[in-house]
T-cell receptor, first 109, second 110 residues
Framework: DAKTTQPNSMESNEEEPVHLPCNHS???????IHWYRQLPSQGPEYVIH???SNVNNRMASLAIAEDRKSSTLILHRATLRDAAVYYC??????????FGKGTRLSVIA | SQTIHQWPATLVQPVGSPLSLECTVE??????LYWYRQAAGRGLQLLFY??????ISSEVPQNLSASRPQDRQFILSSKKLLLSDSGFYLC?????????FGQGTRLTVV
């Protein structure tokens, strides 16, 4: 069972920032917060992951609440190519990734 | 760099026929390997995972099986396909970091 809760869908205008929320109130101390996205007809693609501190990479930023019960994936400037299903997943050690339904992000030109 | 190969990209098979999907990984040793399936309009379902040669864990009982004959080779098989086996099959690997997925095989059972 997925241990995260995400909105089913979100919409954004092109070139605006997007904040994708994720709730994980039952997170354990060893759980990393992972984000993946899946473009149509493709396999999931790793976006970012973190444990406690906020993280930045070339694709996105991850903001983690101080109590770690929620996190937000931030796309700084949405493009049409960012339209995808975004998955927030908790994973500890080598446990397999369990995907929920994710958030379907639509980007409007 | 590490790469993952999965083939074929698409496959149409009749009900009752056998299935063999292969996944190979390059550039890493002793990865954890995974098979997922995504039915049309649905989420990804974990089918099997393997932490080493000959070690297979099954997540969902069904008419599919998996084998890992070599360190970087993971095979998904069925002796007799059902219509409900149609879907998008994805192989993934993990080694001390994020998971990386193959391009997938779209299987249609007719």
């Amino acid at each position: 069972d997925a241990k995260t809760t995400q909105p089913n869908s979100m919409e954004s205008n092109e070139e605006e920032p997007v904040h994708l929320p994720c709730n994980h109130s039952t997170i354990s101390g060893t759980d990393y917060i992972h984000w993946y996205r899946q473009l149509p007809s493709q396999g999931p693609e790793y976006v970012i992951h973190g444990l406690t501190s906020n993280v930045n990479n070339r694709m996105a930023s991850l903001a983690i609440a101080e109590d770690r019960k929620s996190s937000t994936l931030i796309l700084h400037r949405a493009t049409l190519r960012d339209a995808a299903v975004y998955y927030c997943i908790l994973s500890s050690g080598n446990t397999p990734l369990v995907f929920g339904k994710g958030t379907r992000l639509s980007v409007i030109a | 760099s590490q790469t993952i190969h999965q083939w074929p990209a698409t496959l149409v098979q009749p009900v009752g026929s056998p299935l063999s999907l292969e996944c190979t990984v390059e550039g890493t040793s002793n990865p954890n390997l995974y098979w997922y399936r995504q039915a049309a309009g649905r989420g990804l379902q974990l089918l099997f995972y393997s932490v080493g040669i000959g070690q297979i864990s099954s997540e969902v009982p069904q008419n599919l099986s998996a084998s890992r004959p070599q360190d970087r080779q993971f095979i998904l098989s069925s002796k007799k396909l059902l219509l409900s086996d149609s879907g998008f099959y994805l192989c993934a690997w993990v080694w001390a970091g994020p998971a990386f997925f193959g391009q997938g095989t779209r299987l249609t059972v007719v």
